[in-house]
Every structure is written in structure tokens, then in C-alpha cells.
């Protein structure tokens, strides 16, 4: 499975802001996708280890996880994020 990272366009950020944030503290947790989740981070620095590798993102990224997807959040710099689950 694959994690898609990629800067956030203009229509992005426009799409995304108007959908509700969600944010925590530097910390590690696992978590599992049950269902495809787009995100786009205002804030934070974040590692996303799976079975596949690992994806770095943050700030001005947006981020897609696919459904199914089993991993491990490791968050060195607190998050804030718009997200959207499909």
C-alpha cells in the first residue's frame, strides 16, 4: 500500500479548509485505515511507518492513506490537519 505525499495546490487548500481539524501532541500511535483518508497539515511534522516503508510529511502537505492501511504515526512536531475520510 501506498501513501500519497504531495504539496497542496491552491484548490487543495480551498477544498480542504472548509472541512473539519484534527491535531495532537508529539507522540507515537498505531492506527489503521478502515476507510481512504485525504488530509491536508497546517502544522506539524509527522513519520508514518507501515509494511510498505515509511512516508515524511507536514506542514503544506497533502497526504492521502489508503483503505486497509495498518501503521504507526510517529509525530515529532504537533499536528493540525483538515481531513476527509471516503
Not at 495532537?24 to 508514518?48: A, N, P, R
Request: proline share 2%; charged share 25%.
Amino acid at each position: 500500500m501506498q501513501i500519497t505525499v504531495r504539496k497542496a495546490t491552491q484548490e487543495d487548500i480551498a477544498k480542504m479548509t472548509a472541512l473539519p481539524t484534527w491535531g495532537c501532541e508529539k507522540s507515537t500511535f498505531d492506527w489503521y485505515y478502515d476507510s481512504e483518508e485525504q488530509c491536508y497539515l497546517t502544522e506539524g511534522e509527522v513519520v508514518v511507518e507501515h509494511d510498505g516503508g515509511s512516508a515524511s510529511f507536514g506542514a503544506g502537505d497533502f497526504v492521502i492513506f489508503p483503505q486497509g492501511l495498518k501503521c504507526v504515526w510517529k509525530v515529532s512536531k504537533a499536528v493540525r490537519k483538515h481531513y476527509l475520510f471516503l
